[in-house]
């Protein structure tokens, strides 16, 4: 028996890095998975066997996360498909880097939309549900820099920021309902975004990380676990950094 055995859990985004490790350890720990991903076909594929592999079902829907339409069909799609959902993690997320005074209306509203709107749209569809069952968990990506804004990042960084806002005021809405909402903030996690940046400016982010390295995405699937089970039954409206202590 896993901790999530018996459980359906719904991750948008989750054909890489942080969303497809969420992903197999849910399906690990017994859950069986529903995902989304925006066109990523052979990646979408290969977590589907690597899932199947574990003996839980799996499906994988492509959908525009922040459509919020297509959104309410994916969700409803995923009931019939399923019969519950237990666990939603909004994960989908892109970047759209830029200074502020050089930054574009469409890098702004591309990141907003999918980073933030898209949490809303999943939410908005998945609570009735949740709510019927008198359970669910609700776990919404934030980031460090939600926290503490990143010059370059104002786009990300304020759509990271009002995930928190969101995560907290759910939390509040519908506690009464059974529905729990956290956030988990990531720090310097290596992933095919952070991968990309010169080797000089890995090392220099590393060396302001008190355990001296970045973090996995498996490092933030076991905060996702934990925020997902009962383990954490009376944990709602928090936000969870796991940074490595980059932020104390």
């Known amino acids: 028996m896993g901790l999530l055995t018996g459980k359906v859990a719904l991750v948008t985004g989750a054909t890489r890095g942080i969303g497809r490790a969420i992903a197999l350890r849910f399906a690990a720990e017994g859950a069986d998975v529903a995902f989304t991903y925006r066109s990523q076909h052979e990646a979408a594929q290969s977590?589907?066997?690597?899932?199947?592999?574990t003996g839980v079902k799996v499906k994988g829907f492509a959908s525009d996360a922040a459509d919020f339409?297509?959104?309410h069909?994916?969700?409803?799609?995923?009931?019939k498909e399923f019969g519950r959902i237990d666990i939603l993690v909004n994960n989908?997320?892109?970047?759209?880097?830029?200074?502020?005074m050089r930054m574009t209306e469409e890098q702004?509203?591309?990141?907003?939309?999918?980073?933030?709107?898209?949490?809303?749209?999943?939410?908005?569809?998945?609570?009735?549900?949740?709510?019927?069952?008198?359970?669910?968990?609700?776990?919404?990506?934030?980031?460090?820099?939600?926290?503490?804004?990143?010059?370059?990042?104002?786009?990300?960084?304020?759509?990271?920021?009002g995930l928190i806002g969101l995560s907290k005021s759910i939390a509040k809405e519908m506690g009464s309902r059974g529905i729990r909402a956290n956030c988990i903030a990531p720090g310097f996690i290596a992933t095919d975004m952070t991968g990309a940046l010169p080797e000089d400016v890995r090392k220099e982010w590393e060396k302001q990380i008190p355990l001296r390295r970045a973090g996995t995405p498996e490092d933030?699937?076991?905060?996702?676990?934990?925020?997902?089970?009962?383990?954490?039954?009376?944990?709602?409206g928090q936000v969870i950094n796991c940074c490595g202590g980059m932020d104390c």
């Not at 997902?228 to 039954?233: R, W």
Request: glycine letters at 8%; a negative charge; hydrophobic letters at 40%.
């Open 92 to 100: 989908a997320g892109i970047t759209r880097d830029g200074l502020m």
């Open 47 to 53: 977590l589907i066997e690597e899932i199947q592999a």
């Open 220 to 236: 933030v699937a076991s905060t996702a676990l934990f925020l997902a089970s009962d383990l954490s039954a009376y944990i709602t």
């Open 69 to 71: 339409e297509d959104s």
């Open 108 to 161: 702004w509203d591309e990141v907003i939309g999918t980073n933030l709107k898209s949490a809303f749209n999943f939410i908005h569809a998945c609570t009735p549900i949740m709510a019927r069952q008198r359970c669910g968990s609700i776990i919404n990506m934030s980031s460090v820099v939600g926290e503490s804004g990143n010059a370059g990042q104002c786009n990300y960084s304020a759509s990271k920021a």
């Open 73 to 79: 069909s994916i969700v409803s799609e995923v009931h």
